[in-house]
């Protein structure tokens, strides 16, 4: 997964140009969420993905997810189709310190 910054995911995403996908599980979402992000929580990430008209495997997509998770997210969003991944770096401290 290739790695972009916080700055030009939030950019991205204003344009229209990329989905920001929120997978942090719900236990750690307390620390605030990400405006305009899909949030999945992980073991949720199959059905979920399907049922939201934003995300399909053509789309650009940016992950937040907790680090020891990324590659597992990245290897299950792969399975399904989606190549235009990117990863958030910072992750989501990266996100809350942009806005």
């Avoid at 990400?34 to 992980?42: F, I, Q, R, S």
């Avoid at 190549?83 to 992750?91: D, F, V, Y």
């Amino acid at each position: 997964m290739r790695e972009i910054t916080a700055a030009q995911a939030m950019e991205q995403a204003q344009r229209g140009d990329t989905v920001i996908l929120d997978v942090r599980p719900q236990i750690v979402r307390h620390q605030g969420s990400v405006p305009g992000a899909v949030v999945v929580d992980p073991d949720a990430l199959t059905g979920k993905l399907k049922a939201n008209p934003r995300l399909n495997p053509d789309a650009e997509v940016a992950v937040v997810a907790l680090n020891a998770q990324t590659e597992e997210i990245e290897s299950r969003l792969s399975r399904l189709g989606y190549t235009k991944l990117a990863r958030i770096a910072g992750g989501f401290k990266a996100l809350r310190d942009r806005s």
